[in-house]
């Protein structure tokens, strides 16, 4: 079955450092998310991306972070000065049409360390 | 706008026992409803969903009716093993391109 994956699986960086999480998301799904887990639970909204452009983005999704979808099959997202809090697991997502009509696809994430 | 809002655990079992997690929902429209499941170490996988009223999904042994007259999706379990301890998520898939999440509910299942 088709998988959407993450790299790296961990990623240690120091405050203030620009980090890029990539994700390669299932190959014919045509919408993409972000989301991130702090403390095992919580799971937050950043962004979605649809037609090559964000269709929606949250509070968090500041002047910090951006996405990118560089060659037609990479997904990344980018967060340009980080900070402690920015300390959490990363979840990359596709899906073959919106939220509304089909399941979100997860990766495994990527564990994000600030020091 | 959407929300979720879900019985907050842990909820600890034992084995064979009979498992309910609560889920209630706020939504414009008519929203999907979607249980996702995360396994320790891992990320989220989908259990079930149901897209309209009165549909009910079902894996795996667990079943969620849409419910559009209490607004809600409760997860049920007849017979809980070990292998189910994870934590649960109730989802809402509204008319905007997110999908909203629960904050998730952490079930043990002990031998």
């Known amino acids: 079955e088709p998988e959407v994956t993450q790299t790296p699986s961990h990623q240690v960086t120091q405050m203030g450092q620009e980090v890029i999480l990539r994700c390669v998301p299932i190959?014919?799904?045509?919408?993409f998310y972000w989301y991130r887990q702090i403390l095992g639970q919580k799971v937050e909204f950043l962004v979605s991306?649809?037609?090559?452009?964000?269709?929606?983005k949250s509070e968090i999704f500041d002047d910090q972070f951006s996405v990118e979808r560089p060659d037609g099959s990479n997904f990344t997202l980018k967060i340009r000065s980080t900070k402690l809090e920015d300390s959490a697991m990363y979840f990359c997502?596709?899906?073959?049409?919106?939220?509304?009509?089909?399941?979100?696809?997860f990766g495994n994430g990527t564990r994000l360390t600030v020091t | 706008g959407n929300s979720v809002t879900q019985m907050e655990g842990p909820v600890t079992l034992s084995e064979e026992a009979f498992l309910t997690i609560n889920c209630t929902y706020t939504?414009?429209?008519?929203?999907?409803l979607f249980w996702y499941v995360q396994y320790p170490g891992e990320g989220l996988q989908l259990l079930l969903k149901?897209?309209?009223?009165?549909d009910k999904g079902s894996n795996k042994g667990f079943e969620a009716t849409y419910r559009k007259e209490t607004t809600s999706f409760h997860l049920e379990k007849g017979s809980v093993q070990v292998s189910d301890s994870a934590v649960y998520f109730c989802?809402?898939?509204?008319?905007?391109?997110?999908?909203?999440f629960g904050k998730g509910t952490l079930l043990t299942v002990n031998p």
């Open positions: 939504a414009t429209g008519y929203p999907s």
């Open positions: 989802a809402l898939g509204g008319s905007n391109y997110k999908l909203t």
């Open positions: 991306f649809y037609n090559n452009e964000i269709s929606e």
């Open positions: 190959s014919n799904h045509l919408y």
């Open positions: 149901a897209t309209k009223a009165d």
């Open positions: 997502a596709s899906s073959s049409a919106g939220p509304q009509y089909s399941p979100l696809h």
